[in-house]
């Protein structure tokens, strides 16, 4: 099956710095979703990108669709401890009358440095 | 208006029993989605439903079944439960896909399976 790459798998924050990830594919997608998760919670939609080349921000994130369509990232900028959870990509390649599901990356676990 | 539920939202079973995970959602989405969550592994689809009246295996579907009762409920049903399908549950429903951009899919808030 498809395969995402998200990197890195985890990283320290201070607060007030900025943060980036991304992710990568084998294979093209027509959508790139970012989630965030907390502990013991679903997912929940951060951003939505649907063409590429697309950047679009939602407060302090910003997230891109990759030219190639392989690739996605997401910036986070002056962070805040409430950023803390793991942060997941995923990608979909929609289609006329098709309802495929989501493939997922491994998530980015973004920890407070102490 | 609740979005997407799941019922239970913990549960343990001894190997070789069975249950049925519940999912309903109250936003009139057309297609409904079963993930497992697995440390270090991510999201992974289990089985999906495009549509009332039709489902499709998805990456993981062994050891698993579906039925989409009606528009708001798609239940996952596991026979003979086995340890390795000790995870995390999440179901997910979307409005509709096609050519138009597509809505998002909200996820339920899971439910934790512990198989003995």
């Known amino acids: 099956g498809q395969q995402l790459n998200q990197s890195p798998q985890s990283m320290f924050i201070q607060e007030g710095e900025d943060v980036s990830m991304n992710c990568t594919s084998s294979?093209?997608?027509?959508?790139w979703l970012w989630y965030k998760q907390d502990p013991g919670e679903g997912p929940v939609l951060l951003i939505a990108?649907?063409?590429?080349?697309e950047l679009t921000s939602n407060g302090r994130l910003t997230a891109q669709f990759g030219i190639t369509r392989k690739d996605s990232f997401l910036n986070i900028s002056a962070s805040i401890p409430s950023d803390v959870g793991i942060y997941f990509c995923?990608?979909?390649?929609?289609?006329?009358?098709?309802?495929?599901?989501?493939?997922f990356g491994k998530g980015t676990h973004l920890i407070l440095q102490p | 208006n609740a979005g997407v539920t799941q019922t239970p939202k913990f549960q343990v079973l001894k190997t070789g029993q069975s249950m049925t995970l519940q999912c309903a959602q109250d936003?009139?989405?057309?297609?409904m989605y079963w993930y497992r969550q697995d440390p270090g592994m991510g999201l992974r689809l289990i089985y999906y439903?495009?549509?009332?009246?039709?489902?499709d295996k998805g990456e993981v579907p062994n050891g698993y079944n579906v039925s989409r009762l009606n528009k708001r409920e798609f239940s996952l049903r596991l026979e003979s439960a086995a340890p390795s399908q000790t995870s995390v549950y999440f179901c997910?429903?979307?409005?509709?896909?096609?050519?138009?951009?597509?809505?998002?899919?909200?996820f339920g808030p899971g439910t934790r399976l512990t198989v003995l």
């Open positions: 439903s495009a549509s009332e009246g039709t489902t």
């Open positions: 990108l649907y063409k590429a080349g």
């Open positions: 936003m009139n989405h057309n297609s």
């Open positions: 995923a990608g979909a390649m929609y289609s006329g009358g098709g309802a495929d599901g989501l493939t």
């Open positions: 997910a429903s979307i409005r509709v896909a096609g050519d138009i951009p597509p809505d998002t899919q909200y």
């Open positions: 294979s093209i997608f027509n959508t």
